[in-house]
């Protein structure tokens, strides 16, 4: 028994971390009050990375997964959206580089009078966070408060804003740990952190969009599977209507990484227009939402055609103080690089030009560091074009040119050109439900 303050704590967290290293099951119980625990503050930091590298090296089941969950949903609120009278649907991705997607789809969905509340994060590392990119926007609020949320779904239909601090709190204490003790990439702590905010924020259904690839946390088809498996099993056993889309990240997505260059691209397909990997996961993930939503009839396609996303898309910014037709910030300083030789681009690198985005200062290194909203890396060309020696491949943005250096060694053989056509695979890999 451990006592703290006053209060006698049922467990010792000493044991707790023994029965995991041990590979025996952690019971019920000992999950319910190491997650309480730490929330509380009495189970210190270093018992907790230890339990997390034990977890990371020794897995959990489906069950401890379950009650795991569950017990970071209850340290903290529940949102509950059934007072707005109207389904909700919600998306989340495990996030890469150039994923914008956010941006183009919470307005397409709200077309439909589906309402989408997507609560979002700021980036770290060398993916990028919706949040960061929203804010380039002049003007733009990511704070809200519950009942802000609440009036924007019923007037707009859409809102992306950050999720309040009363959401899951073991998870924002736990993901900051994990994410200095290199326990990140594990499926059963990645999934009980994506699920237990989302089931907590309470929507109807929810489409997790799992990347694969160098730029995202699964690199195996397999590593994937296995995540999306336990995520959509996870949201259907809560009541939530969940299925998975598996998709590429070996190349960013689109033509842009970084935070106003991923803000234009997004309206550039909100207008009709925009690369087309970026719409066709747009799209694929909006059938999905309505789909789940009880719309499978709906057309997303038309709506970017006709501008009523836009519609949406633009009062959604002014809703939050944003001025959408205020010019994006630029940056004052780019650098190029160009083609070695002609032939064909059979690579560019997720990981890579996610890193180079991240140096130029499109992304923090700790939790709290500013952002530059115009740094970033734009890609002029896509693996299966044909390209010619000298032509620019990408162009670096930044604030701060002293920062060209490193993001030219992360650069380092991210680019491939060779002479015969790659394998250039659909975007959407595989759907789990
Ligand atoms: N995103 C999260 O919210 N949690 C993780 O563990 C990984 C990605």
Redesign the pocket.
Known sequence: MTSAGNAVEPFDAVDVIRTKRDRQLLSDAQIDWVIDAYTRGVVAEEQMSALAMAIFLNGMTRTEIARWTAAMINSGQRMDFSGLGRRTADKHS??GVGDKITLPLAPLVAVFGVAVPQLS?RGLGHTGGTLDKLESIPGWRASLSNDEIMAQLRDVGAVICAAGTGLAPA?KKL?AL?DTTAT?DCVP??AS??MS?KIAEGTDSLVLDVKVGSGA?MKSLDSARELARTMVDLGTDAGVNTVALLTDMSTPLGLTAGNALEVRESVEVLAGGGPSDVVELTLALAEEMLTAAGRPEADPAAALADGRAMDVWRAMIRAQGGDPDAPLPVAPHTETVSAERDGVLSRVDALQVGVAAWRLGAGRARSGDPVQATAGVEVHAKPGDRVSKGQPLLTLHTETPERFGRALEALDGAIEIGDASPEVSSIVLERIE
Do not use: A, P, Q
């Open positions: 495990t996030g994060g998870d993901y994990r990140v702590l990645i952190s994506i905010k946390f």
